[in-house]
Nanobody, 124 residues
Framework: QAQLVESGGGLVQAGGSLRLSCAASGRTFSSKAMGWFRQAPGKEREFVADISSIGGSTYYADSVKGRFTISRDNAKNTVYLQMNSLKPEDTAVYYC?????????????????WGQGTQVTVSS
């Protein structure tokens, strides 16, 4: 069973940037898609971005497209989310997750291993 640990969250002013990291254990990291999701208080968890096993394909929610970039370093068992031009509506707990297959499915119910999350707060 994989274990995922997110880091890099914090408080940032609108327009600023943060880079989230997710360090994964387990032998299957390099063969599985990885995704980022977020959940704001009182709201359902939503898809943010995912990336295929070798990084050849990425997909983003419309709300973050052009501002966020997902990447991975399989040699380090780590996936990243670079977040630029942050907005207050980006405030949420951000979770990384490992998928069941090598391609990203953009659906939370097809990601089976989850980290504990890291808080991102964007002030006006």
């Amino acid at each position: 069973q994989a274990q995922l640990v997110e880091s890099g969250g914090g408080l940032v002013q609108a327009g600023g940037s943060l880079r989230l990291s997710c360090a994964a254990s387990g032998r299957t990291f390099s063969s599985k898609a990885m995704g980022w999701f977020r959940q704001a208080p009182g709201k359902e968890r939503e898809f943010v971005a995912d990336i295929s096993s070798i990084g050849g394909s990425t997909y983003y929610a419309d709300s973050v497209k052009g501002r966020f970039t997902i990447s991975r370093d399989n040699a380090k068992n780590t996936v990243y989310l670079q977040m630029n031009s942050l907005k207050p509506e980006d405030t949420a707990v951000y979770y990384c997750a490992q998928g069941m297959v090598s391609w990203g499915t953009h659906r939370s119910n097809e990601y089976i291993y989850w980290g504990q999350g890291t808080q991102v707060t964007v002030s006006s």
